[in-house]
């Protein structure tokens, strides 16, 4: 009964934190959303104070109090309950070793940063948000001295978004997958087939797209009656518990894919939030088992799913009642022109092959300006030379190259590289899909999704984070975290679409 009656304390406490954590959410996702211009200022003392007290609450005595009465009792808990207790004291012991006003400080920069991204951005000149990024990488730099390291600092910033992930790893995960990526790449420059596109850009109204984005969050099993669907200059997903979970994406009335393939990316991410189990309330476990994971949910809805030749024959029957350009595209040229490989500037409108080459990138890069051998000065030309020296390409303006992404605006670093690692959780899992129900695609020509979405929620979404990834990863598919499933996924696709031999 003492157990018990503590750990329904610990719940009742961790409420009121993850209450907190919500209204501080609702005013990012407000600030990102509908936010007035001259309205940032002020709105950045509003996140400084709810962090504040956030703060207090996680490095409280009480929660110290919590840990100490509870660690003698770990034999008796149930798996949720030692979990609590793990995520409770990790978060505990390293945001104690923050202090509080340089926490506050930091949460009221990005926020601030935030928005000077997005004018920067507007105005296509890295000069406007240099100053602030500044400030956000030495203050990276300074928590991760609080927090300690043990062979390279980038490792501490690695660990927050995958558990246990170092760069000793993940320089052997990418290396695999850069070489995958560019010998199927290299196939692909040598074939003689061209793919057409064409009539996937011209004028396509913003408002029809929004309803056909509608319609496929729906099918692919988003509940709208626990989400919504705003806009944003960058897509996001965000949540308040599993009954409101908010997406945005941004439409383009000259381009088809955009704003349609960003909205089934955040679905997915919305999808899993959704489904994580109402018993996970309270827990500090009502989350991803990682942001990778995460990110494997999102990339295969929208790729693994989305862009698949059985899915697309769906989508084009019903693209062709909102838009007469598909009127005469045949399911052929429609699924090969989702699937065009092509070189690109952006990282979240790059095709599906070449997309891990951005991810990588940013990863060499972050791995750099962390560990203080480049600076910001020199981040714009290293950005540049990289894209010249990887992809082929280069930005005309700041907007369509540093610009681009928000993570770095808001302190996310070591987040980028969970987008690759998404791709490969996601390959991994869809082969154990397919041998578990192997004519599970041919529903989805009609679009059916259903049997999908309940295989996920079942495998992954339902447990929340009470299993670290590589827990989860081999409980679904037999085997810890292996690349070659999505290089061998990617030679299957992109070799017939391309007549390569």
Same mark, same amino acid.
């Given at each position: 009964?003492?157990?018990?009656?503590?750990?329904?304390?610990l719940?009742?406490y961790?409420?009121q934190y993850?209450?907190?954590?919500?209204?501080?959410?609702?005013?990012?996702?407000?600030?990102? /959303?509908?936010?007035?211009?001259?309205?940032g200022? +002020?709105?950045?003392?509003? %996140?400084?104070?709810?962090?504040?007290?956030?703060?207090?609450?996680?490095?409280?005595?009480?929660?110290?109090?919590?840990?100490?009465?509870?660690?003698?009792?770990?034999?008796?808990?149930?798996?949720?309950?030692?979990?609590?207790?793990e995520?409770?004291?990790?978060?505990y012991?390293?945001?104690?070793?923050?202090?509080e006003?340089?926490? @506050?400080? #930091?949460?009221g920069?990005c +926020?601030?940063?935030?928005?000077?991204?997005?004018?920067?951005?507007?105005?296509?000149?890295?000069?406007?948000?240099?100053?602030?990024?500044?400030k956000?990488?030495?203050?990276?730099?300074?928590?991760?001295?609080?927090?300690?390291?043990?062979?390279d *600092?980038?490792?501490?910033?690695?660990?927050?978004?995958?558990?246990?992930?170092?760069t000793?790893?993940?320089?052997? &995960?990418?290396?695999?997958?850069?070489?995958g990526? &560019?010998e199927?790449?290299?196939?692909?420059?040598?074939s003689?087939?061209?793919?057409n596109?064409?009539f996937?850009?011209?004028?396509?109204?913003?408002?029809?797209? *929004?309803?056909?984005?509608?319609?496929?969050?729906d099918k692919?099993g988003?509940?709208?009656?626990a989400?919504?669907?705003?806009?944003?200059?960058?897509?996001?997903? /965000?949540n308040?518990?599993n009954?409101?979970?908010?997406?945005?994406?941004?439409?383009?009335?000259?381009?088809?894919?955009?704003?349609?393939?960003?909205? !089934?990316?955040?679905?997915?991410?919305?999808i899993?939030?959704?489904?994580?189990s109402d018993?996970?309330?309270?827990?500090?476990?009502q989350?991803?088992?990682?942001m990778?994971?995460?990110?494997?949910?999102?990339?295969?809805?929208?790729?693994?799913?989305?862009?698949?030749?059985?899915?697309?024959?769906?989508?084009?029957?019903?693209?062709?009642? #909102?838009?007469?350009?598909?009127?005469?595209?045949?399911?052929?040229?429609?699924?090969?022109?989702?699937?065009?490989?092509?070189?690109?500037?952006?990282?979240?409108?790059a095709?599906e092959?070449?997309?891990?080459?951005? @991810?990588?990138?940013?990863?060499? !890069?972050?791995?750099?300006?962390?560990?203080?051998?480049i +600076?910001?000065?020199?981040?714009?030309?290293?950005?540049n030379k990289?894209?010249?020296?990887?992809?082929?390409?280069?930005?005309?303006?700041?907007?369509e190259?540093i610009?681009?992404?928000?993570?770095?605006?808001?302190?996310s670093?070591? #987040?980028?590289? +969970?987008?690759?690692?998404?791709?490969? #959780?996601?390959?991994?899992?869809?082969?154990t899909?397919?041998?578990?129900?192997?004519?599970?695609?041919? *529903? %989805?020509?009609?679009?059916?999704?259903?049997?999908?979405?309940?295989?996920?929620?079942?495998?992954v979404?339902?447990?929340g984070?009470i299993?670290?990834?590589?827990e989860l990863?081999?409980? &679904?598919?037999?085997?810890?975290?292996?690349?070659k499933?999505?290089?061998d996924?990617?030679?299957?696709k992109?070799?017939?679409?391309?007549? @390569?031999?």
């Amino acid at each position: 009964m003492e157990l018990k009656n503590k750990i329904d304390e610990l719940k009742n406490y961790l409420g009121q934190y993850e209450k907190l954590v919500q209204a501080l959410g609702l005013v990012y996702w407000d600030m990102r /959303t509908n936010l007035p211009s001259k309205a940032g200022e +002020s709105r950045s003392k509003v %996140v400084e104070y709810l962090s504040g007290e956030g703060f207090k609450l996680i490095t409280s005595d009480k929660v110290s109090e919590f840990i100490t009465d509870l660690k003698p009792y770990v034999n008796e808990m149930s798996l949720i309950e030692k979990r609590m207790l793990e995520e409770l004291e990790r978060n505990y012991n390293e945001t104690k070793k923050i202090p509080e006003e340089k926490y @506050v400080a #930091y949460v009221g920069l990005c +926020s601030n940063s935030e928005l000077a991204w997005e004018k920067a951005k507007d105005a296509k000149d890295f000069e406007i948000f240099k100053p602030y990024l500044e400030k956000v990488v030495e203050f990276q730099k300074e928590f991760i001295e609080y927090w300690g390291y043990d062979k390279d *600092k980038y490792d501490t910033l690695l660990d927050k978004y995958e558990l246990g992930l170092t760069t000793e790893k993940l320089d052997n &995960i990418f290396l695999e997958l850069r070489d995958g990526i &560019i010998e199927v790449l290299n196939k692909i420059k040598e074939s003689k087939k061209t793919l057409n596109r064409d009539f996937l850009y011209g004028k396509f109204d913003a408002d029809k797209q *929004k309803e056909l984005s509608l319609y496929i969050l729906d099918k692919i099993g988003f509940d709208m009656e626990a989400g919504r669907l705003d806009v944003s200059v960058h897509p996001f997903t /965000t949540n308040f518990g599993n009954k409101d979970v908010r997406l945005t994406t941004n439409y383009h009335e000259d381009e088809f894919t955009s704003a349609l393939f960003s909205t !089934i990316h955040e679905g997915g991410h919305g999808i899993y939030e959704q489904n994580i189990s109402d018993e996970l309330e309270s827990t500090g476990l009502q989350g991803g088992a990682s942001m990778a994971i995460h990110e494997s949910q999102s990339r295969f809805y929208e790729n693994i799913l989305g862009r698949s030749k059985e899915f697309c024959s769906y989508l084009l029957s019903v693209a062709k009642d #909102y838009f007469e350009d598909f009127k005469n595209v045949t399911l052929d040229e429609f699924y090969e022109a989702m699937n065009y490989v092509e070189p690109s500037l952006i990282r979240t409108e790059a095709d599906e092959l070449t997309y891990g080459l951005h @991810v990588i990138i940013r990863y060499e !890069i972050e791995k750099e300006l962390i560990n203080g051998r480049i +600076s910001v000065d020199n981040l714009k030309d290293l950005w540049n030379k990289k894209y010249k020296e990887y992809l082929g390409v280069e930005p005309r303006d700041d907007s369509e190259g540093i610009l681009q992404d928000m993570h770095w605006s808001d302190g996310s670093f070591g #987040y980028f590289p +969970s987008y690759a690692l998404g791709n490969l #959780y996601g390959a991994q899992m869809f082969n154990t899909l397919l041998k578990e129900k192997p004519d599970v695609m041919e *529903k %989805v020509k009609k679009g059916n999704l259903t049997e999908i979405t309940k295989w996920l929620n079942e495998k992954v979404h339902v447990h929340g984070a009470i299993y670290t990834p590589e827990e989860l990863i081999k409980q &679904i598919t037999g085997e810890g975290l292996n690349p070659k499933y999505f290089i061998d996924y990617l030679k299957n696709k992109y070799y017939k679409i391309y007549d @390569v031999e």
